[in-house]
């Protein structure tokens, strides 16, 4: 009987030889080659402008005599001056705090309904999940603009179908453009059209739960809305806590609504939003420097907040995991 002896490994024309090093070299470069297109946009079109604008924030123009004539306009260091004017400007901290009220209306509301939704499309007794699910994240994919022109023109009392079936009953027709009722009509702006995504998000996780933990809770003689409260909702806490998080960003970034619906009342004036005061200072006053600090300002408050935020949920899950 023969046996058949194995190739070293090195000896040429082994079965089992090893790469050669300039073989290896070109795989351990591949991966950088692949990231090199994405790398390249995020400098050019992302790192580059965010350092640009905090550059600017450390600029200002100064103007000599009555500013005419070449070099009577000239940008010089400017130090810590755009942040000092940007913190103490009454129309920023206004703005802000309306973004504040704004918010504590919009999340709150929006995540309950997300979770709602996702619950429900997840029961065993829902019908056409489908086609209610698809029904129900449909607005997220119409553009911000369009669904402020949408809800601003069923807002005005001269052409909205619901003002005229409000008069024709004799009901009150609230004036949902001005005062109060300004931050419900922007706010439901916001949860109509963010609703849907949050609801996929936490519909996912709940699909990723595995079925024999819902079959042993049955088991033990939980009821469907025990199943929900005390194992569907613990177990899609991390994607709440990062619906939480987007929500934060998007609302303290808030920009197209008011915007779009400023036409149409005098109660949105054109810094009701701290974006809508840097716009009006970059592009209505020409003052880049001063827009480029309250734009920092605002990358550094939504950092900070978002950081915080999500420290304080990993410290507490990890004090879970250690129960």
Known sequence: MTSTSRKAYGVKGAPYALPSPTTLKRARSAPYLFLLPATVLFLLFFALPIGYAVWLSFRKVKVSGLGLGSGARKEVWAGLENYTDALTDNELVAGALRVL??????????????????????SEKVRLAPVTRLAIFLPYAIPGVVAALLWGFLYLPDVSPFYFVLEKLGLPQPDLLDGGPLYLALSNIAVWGGTGFNMIVIYTSLQAIPAEVYEAARLDGATPLQIALRIKIPMVAPSLVLTFFFSIIATLQVFNEPTTLKPLTNSVSTTWSPLMKVYQDAFGKGDIYAAAAQATIIALATLLLSFGFLRAANRRNKQEATR
């Open 101 to 122: 009220g704004y918010g504590c209306i919009v999340v709150p509301v929006m995540l309950g309904l997300a979770l709602l939704f996702a619950l429900m499309l997840d």
